[in-house]
């Protein structure tokens, strides 16, 4: 099972990343300013954050191994969005002023963005982190 401090490296990483790609599309997208997309994206990553190291450690006692199947990780990736969406999307509406339609609507492509990304870099970190410690080991 993965450490306390692995998952916070690997959640902060995660978030980073993603609010690098993300800001500056979701200010283009949605026609809100870059200060207001990019307060409710900081605003956002810190729940997922929180979210992300709670998920993800729920995750590793279900699936106790490094070595996941491509199922498992669209599992742990698609558990992870869906928990977020159900989470924030009162948050969304709220702070961007629309409906919960048009916010479902835009955490849904959202959700969709960050699917891959997470597919994507949740394997290359283990990768990663699988090479680290057999170094280490040898």
């Known amino acids: 099972m993965r450490s306390w401090r692995e ?3 690997h959640t902060t ?3 980073a990343g993603g609010l690098v790609m993300v800001t500056p599309l979701a200010s283009w997208l949605s026609g809100h300013g870059i200060g207001q ?6 605003v956002l990553a810190t729940f997922a954050m929180f979210w992300n190291l709670i998920w993800n450690r729920l995750f590793d006692r279900w699936v106790p191994t490094r070595r996941r199947s491509l199922a498992q990780r669209i599992a742990q990736a698609l558990g992870f ?3 977020l969406l159900v989470m924030t999307l009162p948050g ?6 629309i409906g ?11 959700m969709l963005f960050f699917l891959l990304y997470a597919l ?5 970190f283990d990768l990663v982190v699988q090479r680290r410690l057999a170094r280490r080991n040898t």
């Open 7 to 9: 998952r916070l490296l």
């Open 13 to 15: 990483l995660f978030e």
């Open 37 to 42: 997309m990019g307060l409710l994206a900081a």
């Open 81 to 83: 969005e869906l928990g």
């Open 92 to 97: 969304v509406a709220w702070w961007l002023g």
């Open 100 to 110: 919960v339609v048009e916010a479902f609507w835009l955490d849904l492509g959202f």
């Open 120 to 124: 994507i870099f949740n394997s290359a």
